[in-house]
């Protein structure tokens, strides 16, 4: 009749389907990962300031409190977990900092962006860019074009005033109120004849742009040129620069804005996420930030 046991060199036995086999001990190892990050993802979402008792942890996740306690001991040690000696309820731990820290420090928003903005620009076909928010401007960090179309006048480097611009716009109506006040005091130049000058006109547009997640240039900062854009947050949930897409408005006609705006939101909304940007702030298509 069979142990379950199976022989080693030298006479050391081990169970069947454990250390004598490689390919199942590298599935538990494998399976004992899963687990562990399972436990440190769950005490990250409903930790909060208490923490999580083990039969909380136990309950949602399924599994022994022996286990949990097993699974937890490397990433206590690791410090990405702690348990309160007094409680025992769990809460994410200093090592959980350093890793977020060490990952914040390496993102760099024209790198995060670029994969994004190249293949936004492919699904458009038409010229798209990256600013950030400086006050009382928006500066380009990065433009990609369509070699085919005409070129527009923006480049690297340069500034754009934030009223005229989709890409200013879209800042502007996340800002905080003093900020968005103080780029409405200092004026509204008339860049084209169909640049918002009214300072009330302005605040209804920034509404509607909070309700429908885009910012519209028709036309506002070059005469010939329409352009949608979308926000850009960071990990602390602020704005901190727009996506835009622009083109002639011969093609980039009121319809094929309509049609492009959802696309040029989601990618907003995507690389807000990679910038570390909470749910209740990446935007929805039909709503705004909180």
Known sequence: ??????????????????RGDPGSAARNQSSSLRRALSILA???GHGGGRGVSLSDLADSLSLNKSTILRLSAPLSEAELLTRDAETGRFRLGLGALRLGQAYLSTLDLRTVAAERLRALQRAARETCHLVVYDAPDVVYIDKVENEANVRMGSRVGSRAPMS???VGKAILAWVDDAARETAIAAGLPAV?????TDPDRL???????????????DRENEVDVRCVAAPLFDHDDR????????????????AAIRELAPRVAATGRQISHELGASD???LTPSGGAT
Do not use: F, K, N
């Open 280 to 282: 209740t702030t990446v």
């Open 1 to 18: 009749m069979s142990t379950g046991r199976v022989q080693r060199a030298g006479g050391v036995t081990a169970p069947a389907g454990d």
């Open 203 to 217: 605040r209804t547009e920034l509404r509607r742009i909070r309700e429908r997640g885009y910012a519209v240039d």
């Open 192 to 196: 084209t004849p169909h640049t918002i």
């Open 164 to 166: 005229c611009t989709a």
């Open 239 to 254: 704005v901190v620069g727009a996506l835009s897409v622009s083109g002639l408005s011969s093609r980039m006609t009121p």
């Open 42 to 44: 769950y005490v990250e």
